[in-house]
């Protein structure tokens, strides 16, 4: 199975600047589709961005274009989230999730990792 395990996040003030990255507990992360969901308590999980296995294909959700950065590190199974022009309507808990399929659909994610909080103040 997959293990997901995210950092980075924390407080930033509107405006700021802030960098997720998920660790992938697999030798075979360099086949999956990596992507980063947000959630606010009430509202649903959204998709941030995803990176293709190759690195190839990237997607970026409307609110975060031009704003995120996805990136992915298969030699160090890394998959991290620059995220720049904070403004409060970021602030969620973020998730890193892995699919085998290159996909934007949450409910086809088959790994999670618990989560991180961040939080951009006005």
């Known amino acids: 199975q997959v293990q997901l395990v995210e950092s980075g996040g924390g407080l930033v003030q509107a405006g700021g600047s802030l960098r997720l990255s998920c660790a992938a507990s697999t030798l075979t992360f360099s086949f999956y589709t990596m992507a980063w969901f947000r959630q606010v308590p009430g509202k649903e999980r959204d998709i941030v961005a995803a990176i293709s296995s190759r690195g190839d294909r990237i997607y970026y959700g409307d609110s975060v274009k031009g704003r995120f950065t996805i990136s992915r590190d298969n030699a160090k199974k890394t998959v991290t989230l620059q995220m720049n022009s904070l403004n409060p309507e970021d602030t969620a808990v973020y998730y890193c999730?892995?699919?085998?399929?290159?996909?934007?659909?949450?409910?086809?994610?088959?790994?999670w990792g618990q989560g991180t909080q961040v939080t951009v103040s006005s």
């Open positions: 999730a892995a699919d085998w399929t290159y996909t934007l659909r949450r409910t086809d994610y088959d790994y």
